[in-house]
Every structure is written in C-alpha cells, then in structure tokens.
C-alpha cells in the first residue's frame, strides 16, 4: 500500500493511477490539496475534449489528498458516492484540480473539487468518503 502522505512529502513515487492519469500533487495540507493535470490526447473524445470520466478520477484522485492530509496513521479511506457537474469542456492542456474537506465527521467526510483550467471552472465534484 502507498502511504499518499509520503507521496505528498516527495519520498515515495505516487501511485500508478496518478502517473496514468498525469496528475502531480503540487500541495496537501489541513484537508485542502491542489494538483496539476497535463491533459495529452489520451484523455480526449471523439468530438476532442476530456471524457467526463477521466475528469472525474482526477477530482478523486485530488479528494484522496485532501483525506490523506487530515487522516490519523491507522486510518484508511473509501469513496461512498462521487458526483459530477460539469461546466464547460476540458480541452488539451493543462488543468488545476482543488479539493477541500467541507465537513469531518468521525466516520464520513464531505469533499468538494473543482478542475480549472485558464481560471475558467469546468467541473465541480462532490463526494461522500468513508473513514475506516
């Protein structure tokens, strides 16, 4: 298992679905993360903007940061629900994906993440995530 706070601390390489996805933590701290997206062709539709899917996994990517920063050494974490609206369409380039815990509870947090790009909002995610 890779601990994402060694990860956040640049010890350990992150974890094969960030590098998959091109997704760099720039910053996790008191349950606020920020990354960088470096969206190539990859990640593209037919009609050339980023699936919504992937967009999506960037924001639980990003969330996983923002549970990683707050959560206790013997403390893991689940994603209950994750929710997508999306704004505008994300295009080739570069993006920045924030994400904030909105409420901790004792076993449930409510995490909210935007995906920017050129200080434009494209999506808004929400999500419920299970503390274990």
Known sequence: MIDLKQVIN????????????????ISATAG?????W?????????HQVVMGGYITSAADITMAYSMASVLEENQI???????TTF???????????????VKKGRKTC????????????VAKVTSSILVL
């Open 10 to 25: 640049g010890t350990v390489e992150p974890p094969a679905c960030d590098q998959t996805l091109c997704i760099r933590v």
């Open 87 to 101: 704004l505008r369409p994300l295009r080739l380039g570069n993006a920045v994906v924030e994400s904030t815990i």
């Open 77 to 83: 974490f689940s994603s209950i629900n994750i929710q």
């Open 110 to 121: 409510y995490v909210e993440a935007t995906i920017s790009q050129n200080e434009q909002y």
């Open 38 to 46: 470096k969206i190539d062709e990859r990640f593209l539709n037919g």
């Open 32 to 36: 606020d993360a920020i990354c960088s």
